[in-house]
């Protein structure tokens, strides 16, 4: 799974999404916690904007940086 994959299946997204929703999705076999650290790095380069529930779930979106850096990839 590239960079580009993830970023893509956020931008298909309407709001945010949790990660072992995007995970089942995505029909990964990487295991949870390595997942959820790449998408913890996604969000610190500022790709990704975050949203903790109360009960401790996460949940992302893709920002317009993520966007940007998106349609970067995408070029030819």
Do not use: H, V, W
């Not at 998408?39 to 940086?65: H, I, M």
């Amino acid at each position: 799974m590239t960079k580009r994959e993830i970023l893509g299946k956020f931008a298909l997204q309407d709001g945010f999404i949790s990660p072992d929703e995007l995970r089942t999705r995505l029909r990964l076999k990487l295991d949870r916690r390595s997942f959820y650290t790449y998408l913890r790095r996604l969000y610190r380069q500022g790709l990704l904007e975050r949203y903790c529930e109360t009960r401790g779930g996460l949940a992302y979106r893709l920002t317009q940086r993520g966007q940007a850096r998106l349609q970067y990839l995408n070029r030819p």
